[in-house]
């Protein structure tokens, strides 16, 4: 199993992977603040900007054992989502962490829909950057 320290490591690689706005990979670099994403526009998740996410975040993060480092918010046709890319902290799944096919990057995320709680999961998702920011695309 991969220490905290080095799944923070690997998700800093993840957002260089992913062609992220530079000031946001060194942001969760030095002090661990997850940017959301919506469209291409990026916020911090911190006590100012979107802190009912702190919770969540923390908790994905305790029950599975592992790290998220950005999120992004859509409003799908099965529910508000926020798709939290997540870098595991076991060795036999960071074959997961940034595939790259064209111009999409498929990567692991957990995604929480806020209205079917139920309906949360784990799976791949893909993203293409946009401006510096990361869009959910499938």
Known sequence: MFTREQMKEKAVRNLKELNCFPAYKEKFRRSNVVTMYEGYGGYY?????NAELLPIIEDIEKQYNGVIYAVIHNI???GDCYTFLWQTSYEEDDAYSVQTEGNVHYTFAYVYNKDCPDWSEFGTV??????????RVS
């Open 45 to 49: 998740v911190d006590e100012t900007q």
């Open 76 to 78: 799908m046709e099965f």
């Open 126 to 135: 893909g993203i293409v950057s946009r401006f510096g920011g990361l869009v």
